[in-house]
Every structure is written in structure tokens, then in C-alpha cells.
């Protein structure tokens, strides 16, 4: 019945859906982080919250005319394998291809050193663990960076067959093509913003190339250039924190990560799921962020270090706001006023709280300034916010 269910939404979304004929070479990719499911409860949030707003960014981007897919950043489930088949499922009735890597939740938990079993309601739900796919000029490869022996004792790397087969898989593509790695686990330490060792050798494999990492993992938002050609794009969780918080606990609203390709560029934005309007500033007026209480403070979704951060008080352009690092200030009030939880999960959410550092803050000269930010991100689009 529910693969009836499924073709019949595909048929009603190809008669609804008003597609365009795209201008030149390219795609829409859009990054689900972490999805993760543990209880009956969760899956079904995912499949009545989640996935209808995933619907409305599918729709509007199908109608662009440029081929569009999903991609799953792994933790497809929380460690619940009999879900693998039903969340696959929610996405493919959006009637777009479905990708997926293997996160270290993707693996059973009642199997011990073991991997080859413990990755098996993986394999059978979503097939191989490496695979390519090319979409518009880049060519993506799947790895799978869990060593997993048990789940509390598993190591982030890539194994020489792998790299093997990405030797050759990326030989095979031409020279002008861009790369993507789409793993779980980050390709960079996030104490220190390095590569680690195993991602070091990945980028020798795709020397002189555009190289780009797609993961999930940190149930965090980040974007790190690491050279001038190597990118990694670290996606939060969909679902906010762990289905316990409606945020991210660095501040990131529930979203997913949009890459788009138009005439070989590549531009990117995290896209909210919450409100109508995609949000990418949210101002703390003076007063309201207890370090800065002489600040108007904002948070920017989806920044990176390329973005411009400048404001203006009562029409006079001030310049560039100060980069700060704060604990958000909207997860801890939801934690700490909202949440009602029983202590273990109340201590996880409080743990996962450090700050992070998309906020940026200005002084007024007087509590009754008017104050207009604008922030623009690399690609050169702005957007701006007014604070009274």
C-alpha cells in the first residue's frame, strides 16, 4: 500500500509542478543533515513535520528546470535499523533521487566488531557504500569514514580500499570537472580547523581540482575554507537538536543545505524549515544577551568567513559589526525555560551548549538609535535587518 501511496504522489507531483527549461549546465542539491530517528514518535515528526517543508524547497526547485536531488549526510536513524527503509522511503515520495552516506547510527548496535554485519541494514536499504554520480559539472563520490567496531568504540577514517577506488573513480573524471566528497564524519578536526590525515590523502587524489567535503556529524552548521579550492561544508541537523530542541545547539534553526550549480559556479545557503520566510539574521536587541547588554547582537544562519557584516545608526554607516563568540542565546532559553525533559536528556541538552562564532554585535551611541545591519554573504547576496 505504501509504495502505491508513493507512485501516486510522484505522478500528482510531476501534473502539479510546473517545471521550466533550464539555461545551461547544472543542479540542485539539497543536504539533509542527520535525520535520526530513535522513537516511533520522532519518525513520525519526521514524516508530518520535516519532510512536508523539504517538499515546498523540492517544488520550488524542480520548477527551475535543473536536475534536483537529496542527499542524506548519514545517522540516516538513530540506531532503529527497522526505520532505514521507511525514512528512505518519506524522502523518495518526494519524487526526486535520494542519496545517502553511512553514519556511525546507521550501523546495528547489538552487533560487535563485526562491521561487515553491523552495516548491513544499511547495504540492503541503500545499497553500496561508494558510489558516484554526476551532476551537472561536478562528480560526486560516497565514502563511508565510520570504522566501526562497536557503538561506543569507532574511529573516523577511510580505508585504503576506498581510497583505492576513489584513485581511481577520480582519475576517470575529466580534469576540469569539480570534485565532492560526501562522507559522514567532518574531513577537518574541529579543535583545530586541520584536515585529518585521512582527508589530507583524499585531497592529493584530487590535486589541482575544485575539491569539495559534504558531512554532518556535528549536528552543527559550518562552512571552512581550508584552501582557495578546498571547501568543507559541515551540515547541522535538520531536526535541530537530537528531536529535543527545536535548534541547533549552535544556534542553527532546524534547515537543510542548499547547493546550487548554475554554468559551473557553485553557490550555497542553509535554508530554514520554520517560517515562510527564510531567515538568515536574528537581532537581540541592547539588553537582551547578558555579556553585551550595551549591544545590539545578531545571530547570521548559515555564515562563513566570507561574509561582510556592516551596520549603520540613524543613517550613519558605522562599518564592520565585531565578530564574538557567544552561547545561543535562543537554545539556552529554550533549554533552560521550555524543555521539560528527564535528567539525562536535560544534561545532554545542556552539555551539547559552546559557543559558536556567527554572531556579531555594535554599540549604539543611544538606546533610541535606529540601527539597520546588513549582511552579505560571498556570492553577494544581502540581507538586512532593522533594530530599534
Not at 70 to 97: Q, Y
Not at 347 to 365: D, E, I, Q, V
Request: proline share 4%; net charge negative.
Amino acid at each position: 500500500m505504501r509504495y502505491i501511496k508513493r507512485i501516486i504522489l510522484a505522478i500528482v507531483a510531476l501534473l502539479t509542478i510546473t517545471a521550466v527549461t533550464a539555461q545551461g549546465e547544472g543542479f540542485n542539491l539539497i543536504v539533509v543533515g542527520d535525520p535520526q530517528p530513535q522513537t516511533e514518535e520522532q519518525i513520525t515528526r519526521l514524516e508530518n513535520e520535516i519532510v512536508p517543508q523539504i517538499k515546498v524547497i523540492v517544488d520550488e526547485y524542480v520548477a527551475s528546470g535543473y536536475p534536483t536531488a537529496i542527499l542524506l549526510t548519514g545517522d540516516v536513524v538513530w540506531d532503529t535499523m527497522e526505520f532505514l527503509p521507511r525514512v528512505k522511503g518519506f524522502f523518495e515520495e518526494l519524487g526526486v533521487p535520494v542519496y545517502a552516506v553511512i553514519g556511525n547510527h546507521d550501523h546495528d548496535r547489538e552487533v560487535t566488531y563485526n562491521e561487515s554485519l553491523a552495516e548491513g541494514h544499511y547495504i540492503a536499504t541503500f545499497g553500496s557504500k561508494n558510489y558516484s554520480l554526476k551532476l551537472g559539472n561536478t562528480h560526486f563520490f560516497a565514502l563511508d569514514n565510520i570504522s566501526f567496531n562497536s557503538y561506543d568504540d569507532y574511529s573516523i577514517n577511510v580505508d585504503k580500499e576506498q581510497l583505492k577506488w576513489l584513485k581511481k573513480e577520480i582519475k576517470a573524471t575529466p580534469r576540469t570537472s569539480r570534485i565532492a566528497i560526501m562522507m559522514h564524519a567532518p574531513a577537518t578536526d574541529f579543535r583545530t580547523g586541520e584536515l585529518m590525515r585521512y582527508a589530507r590523502r583524499i585531497t592529493r587524489l584530487a590535486a589541482r581540482r575544485e575539491l569539495h567535503f559534504i558531512t554532518g556529524h556535528r549536528h552543527r552548521h559550518a562552512t571552512a575554507d581550508i584552501t582557495s579550492s578546498i571547501i568543507e561544508h559541515s551540515v547541522a541537523q535538520v531536526n535541530g537538536n537530537l528531536w529535543f530542541a527545536p535548534i541547533c545547539a549552535d544556534g542553527t534553526p532546524q534547515g537543510v543545505f542548499c547547493i546550487e550549480e548554475r554554468d559551473n559556479e557553485w553557490q550555497w545557503h542553509h535554508r530554514t524549515l520554520q517560517n515562510d520566510t527564510p531567515q538568515t539574521i536574528v537581532a537581540y536587541p541592547a539588553g537582551s544577551v547578558s555579556e553585551y547588554e550595551d549591544s545590539v547582537v545578531i545571530k547570521v544562519i548559515g555564515w562563513d568567513s566570507k561574509w561582510s557584516i556592516k551596520w549603520s545608526e540613524n543613517g550613519v554607516t558605522k562599518g564592520d559589526m565585531e565578530q564574538i563568540e557567544i552561547i545561543d542565546p535562543d537554545y539556552i532559553q529554550y533549554v533552560e525555560q521550555e524543555a521539560d525533559y528527564n535528567d539525562v536528556i536535560m544534561k545532554r541538552l545542556r552539555r551539547s551548549a559552546r559557543p559558536a562564532n556567527h554572531y556579531f554585535r555594535c554599540r549604539p551611541t543611544s538606546q533610541n538609535s535606529h540601527i539597520t545591519i546588513t549582511a552579505t554573504d560571498r556570492f553577494g547576496r544581502s540581507h538586512t535587518v532593522e533594530v530599534e
